[in-house]
């Protein structure tokens, strides 16, 4: 069997053609821009699907917990999935199933929004898992650059569907079919990044990319802070993307206002992590980096939940920077490993475990507001958990914890 200390490296690879290097930019962004629009879309729509479709309280917590999940379940298999097929066509299979997901929305069905948000976000989390091994392989010389492309063009997807879906929906009379027509960017990615496929398997250097187990990876420093940073993020932000339009909303503020918030705190994200990942590359800046990205996610929470909600603007912007800790997180990963299949060991780990406890964030947000009838609690909550990224955030960002080679066992 294929060991990834056999494996070859991205870095020891000839040049590729520009047209190649072209087409592999062209299918980041495209890729970027949906690997969060078919959750923000959902998110603002949340209200008007649960009053169209009438389904319960029970079912309106766990439609936000679904991505998280798959994010947990699916990416677990990522591993074993491009060390079968390669990472190219993994991605190809995984943007088939994205836009096939995220078109079943559309039925006005609950059972149909039910099953395609499973069937999309399953293939969203192997992309998610994934691009850090096809950035590693196509763009070893930029990782940060290239990181910092996709996760703004996700960022920017993000944003411009979540304030673009309520007029698409008002527009098309339908909520469902508002969700369901996000899967037409999807298509466009999955045609995007057919070529991309089209080259590797031709030029079959790297069809099949060897195989790290993930799991014991666990057991080392720079595993477990890896896992950790990424899951309190991941809770962190899709407590966040679920509920704040509708956190604002109760608390008094007009729908409108509250996209608005909404669409504003996802903006800030953008530049964010594009003058976070500035800061991080830099000697020794890594720590502050992180601590900006961690401190200001942790004051925002504070200001939701002692601030009246007509200054809704200032946590919009703190919460917006703090998100840009993403970039940060993707970076280290692609950095990780000494092969490309030990990164896609170090991404399945992180990802997967930190999607599966992450998925308390929405859930458990949702069902401590309903049990309680406010958001006093879940807020405190969160903001505990900001803070325990603030402490997390100043191990990981040692130099031992990005150096340290995992002394994993690999088959």
């Known amino acids: 069997m294929t060991t990834a200390a056999s494996a070859p490296s991205a870095l020891d690879a000839p040049p590729k053609p520009r047209t190649a290097v072209v087409l592999g930019v062209i299918a980041l962004v495209l890729i970027g821009l949906n690997l969060r629009a078919g959750i923000t879309g959902a998110s603002a729509l949340l209200h008007d699907l649960q009053v169209v479709l009438g389904y319960g309280p029970l079912v309106a917590s766990i439609i936000p917990s679904i991505p998280t999940l798959c994010f947990a379940v699916a990416g677990a298999g990522t591993s074993w999935l491009t060390g079968r097929l390669g990472v190219e066509k993994a991605i190809l299979l995984a943007l088939a199933m994205l836009a096939g997901g995220l078109m079943v929305r559309g039925i006005p069905a609950t059972g149909a929004l039910v099953a395609g948000t499973v069937l999309g976000m399953s293939g969203l989390a192997v992309c ?3 691009m850090p091994s096809f950035i590693r392989e196509h763009f070893a010389q930029r990782t940060s650059l290239m990181t910092a492309l996709y996760t703004v063009t996700m960022t920017t997807g993000a944003t411009v569907t979540a304030v673009a879906v309520v007029p698409l929906a008002q527009a098309l009379g339908s909520p469902s079919a508002a969700v369901g027509a996000i899967g037409i960017m999807a298509v466009a990615a999955f045609l995007g990044f057919l070529p991309v496929a089209l080259h590797a398997h031709r030029n079959s250097v790297r069809t099949k990319a060897g195989h790290v187990s ?14 950790a940073i990424f899951t309190l993020q991941a809770l962190l932000a899709y407590a966040l993307l679920s509920w ?6 109760t608390m008094g503020l007009s729908a409108s206002a509250s996209g608005l918030m909404y669409g504003l705190m996802q903006l800030v994200s953008v530049p964010a992590g594009m003058v976070l990942i500035a800061i991080g590359s830099r000697p020794r800046m890594l720590r502050p980096a992180f601590y900006l990205a961690s401190v200001t996610m942790a004051a925002g929470v504070a200001l939701l939940l002692f601030l009246p909600v007509s200054l809704a603007v200032v946590p919009a912007v703190l919460l917006g920077f703090g998100l840009g800790i993403f970039p940060l997180v993707m970076v280290m990963i692609s950095r990780s490993g000494e092969s490309t299949a030990e990164t896609t060991a170090l991404s399945t780990l992180a990802q997967s475990t930190g999607y599966l406890l992450a ?25 505990g958990l900001a803070l325990v990224q603030i402490v997390v955030a100043h191990l990981i960002s040692g130099r031992p914890a990005m150096t ?3 002394a994993a066992k690999k088959k």
Request: glycine share 14%; net charge positive.
């Open 128 to 130: 998610n898992v994934a």
């Open 214 to 227: 993930p799991w014991p990876l666990l057991r080392t420093r720079k595993g477990l802070l890896l896992t």
């Open 244 to 249: 704040f339009p509708y956190m604002l909303t």
């Open 359 to 383: 998925t308390a964030g929405p859930f458990g947000t949702g069902l401590l507001h309903s049990a309680t009838g406010g958001w006093t609690l879940p807020l405190a909550i969160l903001l």
């Open 404 to 406: 340290g080679r995992p």
